[in-house]
């Protein structure tokens, strides 16, 4: 696990998988956690992609292994988490990738493409939103006043189990996979999770979509929770390279729930643009 120092506070973590033939010069894919996860939950992927791409799959800062002593009023920002992805692709060495996003890690890749197009040759969107709808706001509060106030009075393993088992995972179908996803989303911070939350739920996208000029696939839930056919509306009217793939559920994870499928469209679609 590469780490590497990104302030004087802060160092910066990823995984590196390359299992592609040491003599062919095979393309980047960083794969971007979502909102509050970190690296290790692309592991259903990592088996069907690293013999085609040499993967990078970042923690966000304060998530995962990219630790370190952040003012969470002053260091959880979109402009900072696009820093944080250039300076992990310029460690990696990689001047250009193919990047794959969930949910707020595709809200990252929209504006990393949108900011810095030289180095996103294609865009794959699991799940994103173009931002948080208010219906979806309150249903992540949970009878409290806000989803954050929710999660600092419920604590954050609470909070991620009952909101998971109605937006994110079928719990009865894969009970391993849940209580996995439960424990590892709850061992991150409670205050990182909490600041990140509320970046989540004031990000907009919907700025970043006209100046998006790469490919982009999305993966989305057919009649998501989160993402409405209102916001896909919106992502196929600006996004003029738009190729969308539904997969059978309403579940928001379905790069958990349906891996093999999206690998193999990322796998056709990054090979296609090449």
């Not at 390359?18 to 692309?42: C, I, K, S, V, Y």
């Not at 294609?122 to 249903?139: C, D, H, N, W, Y």
């Not at 790469?214 to 390279?241: C, D, H, N, R």
Request: net charge negative; glycine share 8%; aromatic share 10%.
């Amino acid at each position: 696990m590469p780490t590497f120092p990104r302030s004087k506070y802060l160092t910066l973590s990823y995984e590196f998988d390359d299992f592609t033939d040491p003599w062919e010069n095979r393309p980047f894919l960083l794969l971007q956690h979502g909102n509050g996860r970190n690296a290790r939950f692309w592991y259903r992927w990592v088996p069907l992609l690293a013999r085609t791409f040499r993967i990078i799959r970042p923690d966000m800062r304060g998530l995962g292994q990219s630790t370190g002593k952040l003012d969470l009023e002053q260091d959880i920002h979109l402009e900072a988490l696009i820093g944080d992805q250039l300076a992990v692709l310029d460690h990696a060495g990689a001047d250009r990738v193919h990047f794959c996003g969930e949910s707020m890690g595709g809200i990252l890749g929209l504006a990393l493409a949108a900011q810095h197009p030289q180095r996103v040759q294609t865009l794959t969107l699991v799940s994103t939103p173009v931002f948080i709808e208010e219906q979806m706001k309150a249903r992540y509060a949970l009878g409290h006043g806000s989803r954050t106030e929710a999660m600092e009075k419920m604590g954050i393993r609470e909070w991620v189990a009952a909101t998971t088992r109605v937006t994110r995972l079928p719990a009865e179908a894969e009970p391993g996979l849940f209580n996995w996803y439960v424990d590892e989303f709850a061992k991150g911070d409670p205050a990182v999770q909490v600041a990140m939350s509320h970046l989540v739920n004031g990000a907009n996208a919907a700025s970043f979509l006209p100046l998006v000029k790469q490919p982009v696939l999305g993966l989305y839930p057919t009649a998501g929770q989160i993402t409405s056919s209102a916001q896909e509306a919106l992502l196929k009217e600006k996004l003029p390279q738009l190729e969308m793939l539904h997969l059978p559920t309403g579940y928001h994870m379905v790069q958990l729930l349906y891996p093999e499928l999206c690998t193999k469209a990322l796998a056709a679609f990054c090979g296609s643009h090449s």
